[in-house]
């Protein structure tokens, strides 16, 4: 069902909660070492840049909060490290204030996107399995293709019927598994 692990290309991952926790967490640490590692180049400059991938990273394995986990960890370290005063969690700059609140606001955005493509991808899954268990349950066989005909399921009923299995059949064009032919004419 839904709840099993999907690839990570256009499927979703249903993690426990912990899990998807610690992934905030390590994805969080992982960008703000990035950044530390980039100091000698960059100083105090571009305090955020390594962290808007890890924010990717956390809401697209762990959904919405994990996401916002992920941003809050991220803002509060660019605080301390790289926002004057540097290693102090006071600002004094309100330009630092408002990109701080748009990094926020940009974190959240990106969460809520992940979360909205989970829900939908999930609600496919969900609605592909329900497809899947009534062709196989339907007493006559039944081939489904696509716009352009070619095979996309066959039932077990069909299989039998075709000699076909679904494996085999599957992208092929449904003319070419289900030979119709006219029967006074006996022509396809």
Not at 46 to 67: D, E, H, K, Q
Not at 68 to 86: D, K
Request: charged share 20%; no cysteine; glycine share 10%.
């Amino acid at each position: 069902m839904v709840s099993r692990l999907r690839d990570v290309f256009g499927r979703v991952w249903r993690l426990p909660p912990p899990t998807r926790y610690a992934i905030a967490v390590i994805a969080a640490a992982v960008g703000i070492s990035l950044r530390l590692a980039l100091d000698p180049l960059w100083g105090v400059k571009l305090p955020l840049i390594t962290m808007f991938p890890t924010i990717m990273v956390s809401a697209w394995f762990g959904g919405f909060w994990p996401g916002i986990v992920t941003t809050l960890l991220s803002a509060i370290a660019a605080e301390y490290f790289w926002m004057p005063p540097v290693h102090s969690l006071r600002m004094s700059d309100p330009g630092d204030v408002v990109g701080l609140l748009i990094f926020v606001v940009i974190g959240g955005l990106i969460s809520g996107l992940n979360e909205t493509w989970r829900r939908a991808t999930t609600a496919v899954i969900s609605s592909e399995d329900r497809l899947r268990t009534t062709l196989a349950s339907i007493g006559d066989g039944v081939i489904a293709t696509d716009d352009e005909g070619r095979v996309t399921a066959l039932n077990a009923v069909a299989e039998a019927l075709t000699g076909w299995s679904e494996a085999e059949a599957l992208g092929r064009r449904s003319a070419g598994v289900f030979v119709i032919v006219d029967e006074p004419s006996r022509q396809p």
